[in-house]
C-alpha cells in the first residue's frame, strides 16, 4: 500500500522556477529518509538529494547546489523540492524515492511514477 505520487512538473524557460511536491501514504513518513532522483533521456539514474528524517540535514549533487531546495512537512507526509535558476540541463523525469537503511547499506525501497519537467526555451 505504500504510495509515493509526484506532481508539480511541467515546462519552464531557463531561469525559471518549480516547485515539486511528493505526496505519501501507506507508511510511516517521518521514520525514513527521502531523496530525490532524476533520470534524462538516455541516461541513467541521478541523484538529486537527501533528507534525514526530521527536516533539518539535507545533501545535495553538485550539480544543483545553490539552485534547488529539499524539505519536508511530516504532518502532511509530502516532500518538496524548490527548484530554482532551470537549466537545460534539468530536464528529466523526477522520482521521490522512500530509503532503506540496513547493515551499512542505503537502498531505494519505492519509487514514485514521477513528474516531468522540461526546461526548454
Known amino acids: 500500500q505504500v504510495q509515493l505520487v509526484e506532481s508539480g512538473g511541467g515546462l519552464v524557460q531557463p531561469g525559471g522556477s518549480l516547485r515539486l511536491s511528493c505526496a505519501a501514504s501507506g507508511f510511516t513518513f517521518s521514520r525514513y529518509l527521502l531523496s530525490w532522483v532524476r533520470q534524462a533521456p538516455g541516461r541513467g539514474p541521478e541523484w538529486v538529494s537527501v533528507?534525514?528524517?526530521?527536516?533539518?540535514?539535507?545533501r545535495y549533487a553538485d550539480s544543483v547546489k545553490g539552485r534547488f531546495t529539499i524539505s519536508r512537512d511530516n504532518g502532511k507526509n509530502t516532500l518538496y523540492l524548490q527548484m530554482n535558476s532551470l537549466k537545460p540541463e534539468d530536464t528529466a523525469l523526477y522520482y521521490c524515492?522512500?530509503?532503506?537503511?540496513?547493515?551499512?547499506?542505503?537502498?531505494?525501497?519505492?519509487w514514485g511514477q514521477g513528474t516531468q519537467v522540461t526546461v526548454s526555451s
Open positions: 524515492a522512500r530509503i532503506k537503511l540496513s547493515a551499512g547499506r542505503a537502498l531505494y525501497d519505492n
Open positions: 533528507i534525514n528524517t526530521g527536516g533539518d540535514s539535507t
